[in-house]
């Protein structure tokens, strides 16, 4: 639906403001979103916004998960 496409390009916005920190519902939701079906575009957002979810919750080994499988969307 079009609010998901802009739910998920708001998540991209939020993770490039570099403070920004996420609530666990926000992650989930992220998570859960990358089993919809969505275009590579915005597959890229919501990989990069939850590596930098993930990296600001100090968790390293999820964030580079997501930089992993983000940098394979290349």
Avoid: P
Avoid at 9 to 30: H, P
């Amino acid at each position: 639906a079009a609010s998901d496409v802009y739910k998920r390009q708001g998540y991209w916005s939020l993770a490039n403001l570099k403070t920004y920190e996420f609530s666990d519902d926000q992650i989930k939701s992220m998570e859960d979103a990358l089993k919809e079906e969505m275009n590579e575009v915005e597959k890229i957002q919501m990989l990069f916004a939850l590596g930098k979810a993930y990296e600001s919750l100090k968790d390293y080994k999820k964030s580079i998960h997501f930089a992993i499988v983000l940098d394979e969307q290349k």
